[in-house]
């Protein structure tokens, strides 16, 4: 059972999402917020959740701001961001603040409900034209000189098409679909690439990819 906190402050666009997640019987809406304060104070009496839909322009607190905030006090914690927003000064500060994947509220229920799990699998998703404009944002990044000395990184031929995969922003799902192999397979090559790389969510992943010159 998945236990899920919803910060929505707008009244028709939370029906929607709650809609979309009714047909799902291992989804429980633990707790519904307005604003990234409510979410807060709500955590601080219990934290026993698995994962926040985070919508970004809100009164009080907005979604990056509390992102921020929940990823410090309760990193354990994955946030998906929903928001009607593709903007890339928003992708880009939801990133920095933690979120572990940014999809759009024009998703579909079947889209948003593998989203949900994927995420909680260690998995970062993103809506197609989030990441497109991710990948943008990263190609276009100055790389910051570093004093260490660079780490040589050898990944299988198996887990460079994984990465490959996983860089297009698509789902563990339907990479397994693409390569013809399990979910489980592909969930263990990614927990393998993310232990050679260090790295802690889909986006730094890419990017030390990038860096180290594997993409």
Do not use: C, W
């Not at 910060?7 to 917020?33: G, H, M, P, R, T």
């Not at 026993?48 to 006090?73: C, R, Y």
């Amino acid at each position: 059972m998945t236990k899920l906190i919803i910060v929505e402050d707008n009244a028709f666009a939370l029906q929607a999402i709650s809609d979309k997640l009714a047909n799902f019987s291992d989804i429980v809406i633990s707790y519904v917020a307005r604003n990234g304060q409510e979410v807060l104070e709500f955590l601080k009496q219990n934290n026993s959740v698995d994962l926040i839909l985070m919508d970004i322009e809100m009164p009080v607190m907005n979604g990056i701001e509390a992102t921020q905030a929940i990823k410090q006090k309760y990193p354990q914690i994955k946030i998906v961001m929903i928001t009607v927003y593709d903007d890339d000064n928003y992708i880009f500060d939801a990133i920095k603040a933690g979120a572990d994947s940014y999809i759009l509220k024009e998703t579909k229920a079947e889209k948003i409900f593998e989203t949900i799990t994927d995420t909680l699998n260690g998995g970062a998703v993103m809506s197609p034209s989030i990441a497109v404009k991710t990948l943008r944002l990263l190609k276009n990044a100055p790389i910051v000189e570093k004093t260490a000395s660079p780490i040589t990184i050898e990944l299988t031929g198996r887990e460079t098409e994984i990465l490959e995969q996983l860089s297009t922003g698509i789902s563990n799902k339907t990479i397994a679909e693409k390569l013809f192999i399990s979910p489980f397979t592909v969930k263990r090559h990614i927990e393998n690439i993310y232990q050679k790389l260090q790295a802690h969510n889909r986006i730094e992943l890419i990017e030390k990819a990038r860096q180290n010159k594997l993409l």
